[in-house]
């Protein structure tokens, strides 16, 4: 079982930045991928960003150039900078975690981002 802990959702304005957090816990595998993806009210869950433990990113296309995903190993934590936030980068944000080896996968519960003025 991997357990994860998400933090630093809010309210921001337009053009404003906010980090994201997600500390893993538990059997936390050698080769695993982290990352995040959203919902937004009324529509389907999105990839936002992935990360590898071999440090592979990769990007929606709609947040490229804006976010970065990062993870410091030591810590099992991936990170989520977001820059330049637009109203419809709102919605609730849930990491994620898979195990490349076994091919199990959880989530976190979820922080809501709102973009608004």
């Known amino acids: 079982q991997v357990q994860l802990v998400e933090s630093g959702g809010g309210l921001v304005q337009p053009g404003g930045s906010l980090r994201l957090s997600c500390a893993a816990s538990?059997?936390?595998?050698?080769?695993?991928?982290m990352g995040w993806s959203r919902q937004a009210p009324g529509k389907q869950r999105e990839l936002v960003a992935r990360i590898r433990s071999s440090g592979y990113t990769n990007y929606a296309d709609s947040v490229k150039g804006r976010f970065t995903i990062s993870r410091d190993n030591a810590k099992n934590t991936v990170y989520l900078q977001m820059n330049s936030l637009k109203p419809e980068d709102t919605a609730v944000y849930y990491c994620?975690?898979?195990?490349?080896?076994?091919?199990?996968?959880?989530w976190g519960k979820g922080t809501l981002v709102t973009v608004s003025s």
């Open positions: 538990g059997s936390i595998s050698s080769n695993n991928a």
């Open positions: 994620s975690y898979s195990d490349l080896l076994n091919g199990m996968g959880y």
